[in-house]
C-alpha cells in the first residue's frame, strides 16, 4: 500500500507564493514520476509540474517561469514552490505518483490541498 501525504497550501494575495510537498510511504523500492495534478471548480484536472526519476520535470505552459518543482529520492518527497502566484492558480493541488510493479506501473493519489489566489 502507498500513501502520499501532501502539506502545504492555503490562501495568499496574488503575486505571493506558496509551497507544497507531499512525501510517499509504503511499499515503494522505486517512483518513476511523482507531481501536481489540480482541478479547479468545474474544470478538468489538468497537469501542473511532474518530476521523472532521472530529474527531468514537465510543466503546463500556464505555471512554467513560476512554479519550480524539486524532489528528494532518498524521502521520497516532491516539492512545488508556486511564485508569482495568480487567480487563475486558485484550485485543489493533488499529488501524483507512478509507482513501477511487478507486472504494471500503479498510480496513486493524494488527498488534494487547497491553494487559494484571492485577486
Known amino acids: 500500500q502507498v500513501q502520499l501525504v501532501e502539506s502545504g497550501g492555503g490562501l495568499v494575495q496574488a503575486g505571493g507564493s506558496l509551497s507544497l510537498s507531499c512525501a510517499a510511504s509504503?511499499?515503494?523500492?522505486?517512483?518513476?514520476?511523482m507531481g501536481w495534478y489540480r482541478q479547479a471548480p468545474g474544470k478538468q484536472r489538468e497537469l501542473v509540474a511532474v518530476?521523472?526519476?532521472?530529474?527531468?520535470?514537465n510543466y503546463a505552459d500556464s505555471v512554467k517561469g513560476r512554479f519550480t518543482i524539486s524532489g528528494d529520492n532518498a524521502k521520497k518527497t516532491v516539492y512545488l514552490q508556486m511564485n508569482s502566484l495568480k487567480p487563475e492558480d486558485t484550485a485543489v493541488y493533488y499529488c501524483?505518483?507512478?509507482?513501477?510493479?511487478?507486472?504494471?506501473?500503479?498510480?496513486?493519489w493524494g488527498q488534494g490541498t487547497q491553494v487559494t489566489v484571492s485577486s
Open positions: 509504503g511499499n515503494i523500492f522505486s517512483i518513476n514520476r
Open positions: 501524483y505518483a507512478v509507482v513501477p510493479g511487478s507486472l504494471m506501473n500503479y498510480e496513486y
Open positions: 518530476l521523472s526519476s532521472g530529474g527531468s520535470a
